[in-house]
């Protein structure tokens, strides 16, 4: 059984940096794609960045706008998501979640392609 555990929120100012990772237990990270994902308050989830097994091809969000990097380590079962020029419509829960092993066609950006995720992580920007 799969487990992620997400870690790295916090409060920042507007403008700073955040590093978000994701730890995978159970099983090898390696064998899987793995995304990012927010929710703001009262909003639905929503997708941020994804990455293949491999970490050889990633697919961001267009509010993203080059600001944030989502990148991997399978030696340490370990995604990362590194956000910059962070701004306050970035607040929200933050979860990792694993694609669909299933699922191998096309960019997973839909929440229902992934089907383990962790409890998340909060990033509060303050203006």
């Known amino acids: 059984q799969v487990h992620l555990l997400e870690s790295g929120g916090g409060l920042v100012q507007a403008g700073g940096s955040l590093r978000l990772s994701c730890v995978v237990s159970?099983?090898?990270?390696?064998?899987?794609?793995m995304g990012w994902f927010r929710q703001a308050p009262g909003k639905e989830r929503e997708f941020v960045a994804t990455i293949t097994w491999n970490g050889e091809s990633t697919t961001y969000a267009d509010f993203v706008n080059g600001r944030f990097i989502i990148s991997r380590d399978n030696a340490k079962n370990t995604v990362y998501l590194q956000m910059n020029s962070l701004k306050p419509e970035d607040t929200a829960v933050y979860y990792c979640?694993?694609?669909?092993?299933?699922?191998?066609?096309?960019?997973?950006?839909?929440?229902?392609?992934?089907?383990?995720w962790g409890r998340g992580t909060t990033v509060t920007v303050a203006s």
């Open positions: 979640a694993r694609r669909r092993p299933a699922d191998v066609a096309g960019v997973p950006t839909a929440v229902g392609r992934y089907d383990v």
């Open positions: 159970g099983r090898p990270s390696s064998n899987y794609a």
